[in-house]
């Protein structure tokens, strides 16, 4: 399955301890994300994560994008509510996108870690009959 991840900037730490966490699980399926993130997951665990574009510079619609083609299964947008900054990706544009073509997505700890154990129990398998 193909998982992106998205950090604001005061959630790019606990986006790489999230991914240090599910190492196990990750390491089994694509992982896409924005930039920094990726460069960051990249370099906390080692695993190969395909990077698009900053947030601010086009990667948000790189996401769009995907999404649209159905090229998507899970989105990680780990988002800070209180203190976003003007270059941080807009979670309403990617969660419309998710939202009207059916990709779960987890915007905070709680709903990522189950969506995570969700997918490595085989919850998901039905993204795949989707497609």
């Not at 991840?5 to 790489?16: P, T």
């Not at 301890?17 to 994300?33: Q, V």
């Not at 924005?34 to 665990?45: N, Y």
């Not at 990709?103 to 998901?124: M, Q």
Request: aromatic share 4%; charged share 25%.
């Amino acid at each position: 399955m193909k998982i992106v991840l998205i950090a604001h900037d005061a959630k790019k730490k606990l986006m790489q301890n999230f991914c240090i966490a599910y190492r196990g699980i990750l390491a089994a399926h694509e992982i896409c994300a924005t930039g920094t993130t990726g460069r960051l997951v990249e370099e906390a665990t080692n695993l190969p994560v395909h990077k698009f574009l900053a947030g601010h510079l086009g990667g948000e619609q790189q996401v769009g994008a995907e999404i649209e083609a159905n090229e998507i299964d899970l989105v990680i947008f780990l988002r800070d509510p209180l203190t976003a900054k003007s270059n941080d990706p807009n979670p309403n544009n990617i969660m419309k996108l998710c939202d009207m073509h059916n990709i779960p997505i987890a915007t905070n700890l709680a709903s990522a870690e189950l969506l995570i154990r969700a997918l490595d129990r085989g919850d998901l398998d039905w993204r795949e009959m989707y497609k």
